[in-house]
């Protein structure tokens, strides 16, 4: 949803009380006038940010040819020496953002096969993972929950007993995210709460990137969706790549139920502990909530009874969870999602043409490219090389290890897409478990757990990325606070990992 592109908080304030008369989505709203073509800026020479770009990407890319041009260390292959080449390269793209995050997913596809890294069949195969389907099937389900209006219905009266005081809710938006990815991806259900986030925060005339309830609002939606995102395997994409990795690794997987159980504590942890850092690292603002208490309670009174097509679009996504929980195991969670997407098209619960405007192929191509990646990697020995090369002396408990996979994971997911950074770390992560003994199931979880809490940059992960294009967000906002809670999540982690996965047998 290009939330930017529409009317925003300047444009909806200017037509005075009607902000807080009626509900409505930012795609609902219409400028009174065309907008005037704005005046083109004149060139100027980069900042110091533009220039450390450049230099961050003139020296992966001269990393990576180095080793793509050097001989073939003992032990290493040229087609494992080509994807540690291309993987470099990729990655820095990826975390310089020089272009496209799904340019880079289909330039890796490409260099892949072109270097011989695999051969260029297997690259598209690789592309073609079921995990990029998922997400596809997924777009389309939330794309049509939120055109019916249904997520907003939903989502309105989950947030009623919130409406007392602006900070209750603000936590209230917090558990609504976290509620809501426990049966979707954090990408569509911050995209469902996005706008109610959008129109508070128009009635309570709210000052863009310098009022305090602002930032915790907005914030507190992002981490909701980040932090409940770990308690199932459909809360996001990359749990359903960790699982197909560890299925091709090790021929296990692990249950919705077993993932529930693990998962669970640190969901609850973080989103008891997230209000808290937010009360803490902006100040209180005192906001009159009358305006926006209006604005939500006649948007409840107005909506009237549910719809035929909300009705449909309910039942789809009611059945398509059930079939997810209870046939996940033996059915591909891919297959499962795109026969929902299908079943509203029979219906007609959903429009083609409402359907592309849903799907974000930008974040489909990155992912797809992330995970050849990562099969490329693993496929030609070089995540085996590596760890034999560097790691083959240390001696530290399987706890240790798992403690360290999921760390590093969460660091790696800053700088690029988390897929990508499960993608990468697991192949490395089962080679130092069958080296020193650790669990393929922890490890497995602590990778895409790790990397599911990535709070500390705006292009971290979805949620960051939606909320920060409000514009009432700052990056140092960001990265102060979700610094902060980088950290703590870290000895969430730790703790969870050393006390509860020991005695539900995981470590």
Wanted: charged share 10%; hydrophobic share 55%.
């Amino acid at each position: 949803m290009d939330v930017s592109a529409k009317d925003g908080p300047e444009q909806a304030a200017a037509t005075g009380d009607d902000a807080a008369e009626t509900f409505r989505w930012p795609e609902e709203r219409r400028r009174a006038t065309p907008p005037s073509t704005p005046e083109q800026p004149e060139p100027t020479a980069p900042g110091w940010h533009g220039w450390a770009q450049r230099g961050l990407l003139l020296l992966g890319a001269s990393a990576a040819l180095w080793i793509y041009l050097a001989p073939v260390p003992a032990g290493l292959t040229v087609a494992a020496k080509a994807a540690g080449a291309v993987f470099l390269f990729c990655t820095t793209l990826w975390v310089t953002n020089i272009v496209p995050f799904g340019v880079t997913g289909l330039l890796a596809i490409a260099l892949l096969g072109v270097l011989g890294a695999m051969r260029p069949g297997e690259a598209f195969a690789a592309f073609g993972n079921s995990a990029v389907f998922f997400l596809i099937g997924v777009f389309i389900i939330g794309g049509a929950l939120v055109d019916s209006g249904l997520s907003k219905r939903c989502a309105l009266l989950f947030l009623r007993p919130f409406e007392k005081s602006p900070y209750a809710f603000a936590t209230g938006m917090m558990l609504a995210a976290a509620f809501g990815t426990l049966w979707m991806p954090n990408q569509a259900t911050s995209a469902m709460l996005f706008p109610i986030c959008m129109e508070v925060a128009v009635a309570l005339r709210l000052k863009q990137a310098g009022s305090a309830y602002a930032k915790v609002l907005f914030l507190s939606l992002a981490w909701g969706a980040m932090i409940g995102s770990n308690a199932s395997v459909l809360g996001s994409t990359r749990a359903a790549l960790a699982l197909g990795m560890l299925q091709e690794s090790h021929g296990r997987s692990i249950s919705f139920a077993q993932w529930v159980v693990a998962a669970l504590p640190i969901v609850v942890l973080g989103v008891l502990i997230a209000p808290l850092a937010l009360r803490m690292l902006f100040p209180r603002e005192t906001v009159q909530f009358t305006s926006a208490r209006v604005l939500l309670e006649r948007s409840v009174e107005q909506m009237g009874r549910a719809s035929r097509r909300q009705w449909t679009v309910g039942l789809v996504v009611v059945l398509t969870i059930l079939a997810w929980i209870v046939l996940g195991h033996r059915v591909d969670l891919a297959v499962i999602s795109i026969l929902g997407a299908a079943t509203l098209f029979a219906t007609r619960a959903i429009s083609w043409e409402e359907a592309e405007k849903r799907i974000y192929w930008n974040i489909v191509l990155m992912y797809g490219g992330a995970i050849a990646l990562g099969v490329a990697i693993d496929r030609t020995g070089a995540a085996r090389w590596l760890v034999e090369q560097y790691l083959s002396g240390i001696t530290i408990s399987p706890l240790a290890a798992v403690i360290a996979v999921a760390v590093a994971t969460m660091l790696l997911s800053e700088f690029m897409s988390n897929v990508a950074a499960v993608a990468v770390m697991l192949p490395l992560a089962f080679s130092l478990g069958n080296q020193l003994g650790a669990s393929p199931m922890a490890l497995t979880l602590a990778a895409s757990i790790g990397a599911g809490l990535d709070f500390a940059l705006p292009f971290s992960s979805a949620p960051n990325t939606i909320v920060f294009a409000s514009g009432y967000l700052k990056m140092t906002d960001v990265v102060k606070a979700g610094g902060v809670m980088t950290l703590l999540s870290v000895l969430i982690v730790v703790v969870v990992a050393w006390l509860w996965w020991p005695v539900i047998g995981l470590v």
